[in-house]
Structure formats: structure tokens, C-alpha cells
């Protein structure tokens, strides 16, 4: 069937006309012309004839092998070590998939097809690169001589219809009275932060947050690779990085786009995820009249997330760590930590507060966390988070004529 397939694709390609961009309907037309052809001369079934025209356009037009992984609304993750060892992940379990790349040039020449659109350059000189498709699915990309075995693809991916928190709540992420928190803490301009590991669900959580800003605000929005979805924000603008392609391109880092974003009167900025330097200009943003704004890292607590912070504004500036620890204690409101569970599921763990400085320690206060009510090894992970304590700075809330938060 593949030695079928790469002849039909040969002379398919023969026949398109790229003076010009041909229709989805005209590549189907020269495909059906081309299976009738070949079946004059080689037999090929109802069923042959389906599979083979369906993995041909694919291939022209879609992502070639990964199109029918990528129409599987169920798989959140597809994992390429090499053409031959593909994984997905479907309903949080890792799960191997039968099919493969024909060699390793077909997935390098994807790659950079996709890399491509992006405006984004990926070869030996520059091997590594982060972009995304065009329904939003974060990729990266790592080609030799940094990846040992054949080319490396990851593909996050993201709901159609970005999760609001209403559904959130419904699939048990987080309960209603911490939503109608979260509700009233964006809405007075609260600078919240969502920290979490790997594929615990940040970004979904940052776009559902987002819902709550009040459509008059202006919202700037800075990206590495732009993946939030942002609805119903009349005043809205998305920045995104930019590499250095080595053909006169400077490169544009979150750095830049934070310090430009500044000269265009925002509101809000949301800055999709920070990881290293831009973290200090973050900090200087929060702490110059710019609240409500929403940010994302990576943390294994919220706790955690207070020293993460202090490494990555250390990168950007040679100042003294108390100097730094009062920057965050001032530009930092509430820290939201997700956690990835054991049966898959994402929910919130804490929602905890800056409440200040107390000597040289920033001082952090939980205002609710996750405490499981089944414990039962292999099944559903089920359970609730519990107040424990009020939200401490309430000047905000009262600025904006809000409610204080309401006792769960």
C-alpha cells in the first residue's frame, strides 16, 4: 500500500499547477483522476481506493500520516520520537499508535512545512523551534544534530472551543464558589498567577480567567507561540515572538514585546508564560499601575512558584534578592496552582495569597486547597477544595465596589 501511495503522490505532484493556489476541490479532482488510472493498470479495491484517496489528500494538503490523529477530538498530545515511534495521548493515558512516517526526510520536510507558516525557520543551524498550527495546536520541533535518534515532534493541542470556566466546573477542575472568587479577583484587578507542571492545564485555565475582564479594557496580549483564545475583547492585541532566522532577522523576545506593550495604553497584559529573564520586566510591569493582569509558569506550588520567580528576575537583573523578593511582593496578588492527577484529570490544588514582606520572607497565605475525599488506587481522583482562610487584602475588591469573597 505505501509503495501505491508514493506512486500516486508522484505523479499527483506532476500534475499540480504551483503557478497558482489550487482549490481543495481541484486537488481531489486530480486525485480521483489519478486512482482511476491506476486501477487501468492495477487493481484496487472500493476500499483501496477510499484509504489511498484519503491518505493522498492528507498528504498534499493536511499532515500527511498525523491528520487522522489530529480529527481525534479525544487526543490531547501526539509525541514523535523519530518516523517510526509515534504516542498519543488520549483521556489522560499515553498510548503507542500503529502507523509511521515513510522515512526520516517525510517528517523533517513536515516539520519545516510547519515551521514555514509560522514564519519560522528550523534546520541544522537553528534545530530547535516552537510554532503552532492553525487550529491553535502548540508545536515543537527538534532536528539532529540535537536529536539523536530522528527528528522530534511534540503537538499540544487545544480544545476547538476554548474551556470557560463554567465547564470547567463541571468537569470537577474547580468548584463554583472558588470560580465566583476568581470571578470578582479579575474583575477588581487582582494580578494573578497560574503555576503548575507540564500538561496540568495553565493555558486553558489563563484563557477561562480571561473571560471574566471587562469587555471596555484594553488587552495586550504577549505570547512565545500564540495559543490563547481570547473571546468577546473588542480591544484586543496579540504579540508574538520572533526568531532570529539568520537572514537579517533580529530576534523579537517576550523582553521586547513586554517593553513595547507599554506604549500602547493597556488595561490588561497577559503574558502566556514566563520562563526565564522576561520575568523582571513582568515584575517591574505589576509593580507600575498595570493590574489585573494574568500570567502562567511552571511550579510544583505555589509556594514553589515564589522562588521560581526569584531565579528567572535574577536572570534579568543583577539586583539584590530582597530587592527582588519586595518586587514580587507588591506586583503579585494570588497565585492559582494546578496540579495534573493521577487518573489524568487537571483541577485546581490552591489558591493562596501575597500578603507581603516579613523581614527578608515573602509571606504567602493558602486560601483554599484541594483535599481528596477518595483515595482509591486506579479509580477517579474525587474531592474538593476547602476555605481556609480570608482574602487579606481587600483594597482592591472595595476600590472596584465588589463584594468581599464569601466563606465556602
Request: aromatic share 4%; proline share 3%; charged share 30%.
Amino acid at each position: 500500500m505505501e509503495r501505491k501511495k508514493e506512486v500516486l503522490l508522484q505523479r499527483i505532484h506532476d500534475r499540480i499547477d504551483y503557478s497558482r493556489e489550487m482549490e481543495d476541490v481541484e486537488i481531489r479532482g486530480l486525485i480521483a483522476e489519478s486512482l482511476t488510472e491506476y486501477g487501468r493498470q492495477s487493481f484496487l479495491s472500493l476500499q483501496e481506493r477510499e484509504k489511498l484517496g484519503r491518505e493522498l489528500f492528507y498528504a498534499i494538503r493536511k499532515l500527511d500520516i498525523l491528520q487522522e490523529i489530529l480529527e481525534d477530538e479525544e487526543i490531547t498530545e501526539i509525541m514523535i520520537n523519530g518516523p517510526e515511534h509515534i504516542f498519543v495521548e488520549k483521556k489522560g493515558r499515553l498510548l503507542p499508535w500503529e502507523n509511521q512516517f515513510s522515512s526520516r526526510e517525510k517528517l523533517e520536510d513536515m516539520i519545516r512545512q510547519i515551521a514555514a507558516k509560522c514564519n519560522r525557520v528550523v534546520n541544522e543551524a537553528y534545530p530547535i523551534v516552537d510554532a503552532r498550527l492553525e487550529d491553535g495546536s502548540r508545536i515543537n520541533a527538534v532536528l539532529a544534530p540535537v536529536a539523536l535518534d530522528g527528528p522530534i515532534l511534540t503537538i499540544r493541542r487545544f480544545p476547538k472551543e476554548p474551556l470557560h470556566m463554567e465547564k470547567l466546573t463541571a468537569m470537577g477542575a474547580i468548584t463554583k464558589q472558588a470560580a465566583d472568587w476568581l470571578r470578582l479577583l479579575v474583575r477588581a484587578g487582582y494580578n494573578i498567577l497560574v503555576s503548575g507542571g507540564t500538561g496540568s492545564g495553565k493555558t486553558t485555565f489563563l484563557n477561562a480567567l480571561s473571560d471574566y475582564i471587562p469587555k471596555e479594557e484594553r488587552i495586550i496580549t504577549i505570547e512565545d507561540s500564540a495559543e490563547l483564545q481570547i473571546r468577546n475583547a473588542p480591544n484586543l492585541v496579540r504579540l508574538e515572538t520572533r526568531r532570529e532566522n539568520g537572514e537579517g532577522s533580529r530576534e523579537i523576545a517576550i523582553r521586547d514585546l513586554i517593553r513595547t506593550s507599554l506604549r500602547m495604553r493597556p488595561t490588561r497584559l497577559i503574558v502566556g508564560e514566563v520562563r526565564g529573564a522576561e520575568a523582571m520586566d513582568l515584575l517591574q510591569c505589576l509593580n507600575t499601575g498595570h493590574d489585573g493582569s494574568l500570567s502562567t509558569a511552571h511550579a510544583n506550588s505555589a509556594r514553589d512558584m515564589l522562588s521560581r520567580l526569584e531565579t528567572m528576575a535574577l536572570m534579568g537583573m543583577d539586583l539584590p534578592l530582597s530587592a527582588i523578593r519586595r518586587q514580587i511582593a507588591s506586583g503579585i496578588d494570588i497565585i492559582v496552582h494546578l496540579g495534573r492527577m493521577r487518573d489524568g484529570t487537571r483541577k485546581v490544588l490552591e489558591i493562596a495569597e501575597v500578603t507581603g514582606m516579613e523581614g527578608d520572607a515573602i509571606m504567602l497565605e493558602s486560601l483554599c486547597t484541594f483535599v481528596e475525599t477518595a483515595n482509591e488506587k486506579g479509580k477517579e481522583v474525587k474531592g474538593r477544595l476547602v476555605f481556609q482562610k480570608e482574602l487579606y487584602c481587600k483594597e482592591k475588591l472595595r476600590a472596584a465596589g465588589l463584594p468581599d469573597l464569601p466563606p465556602f
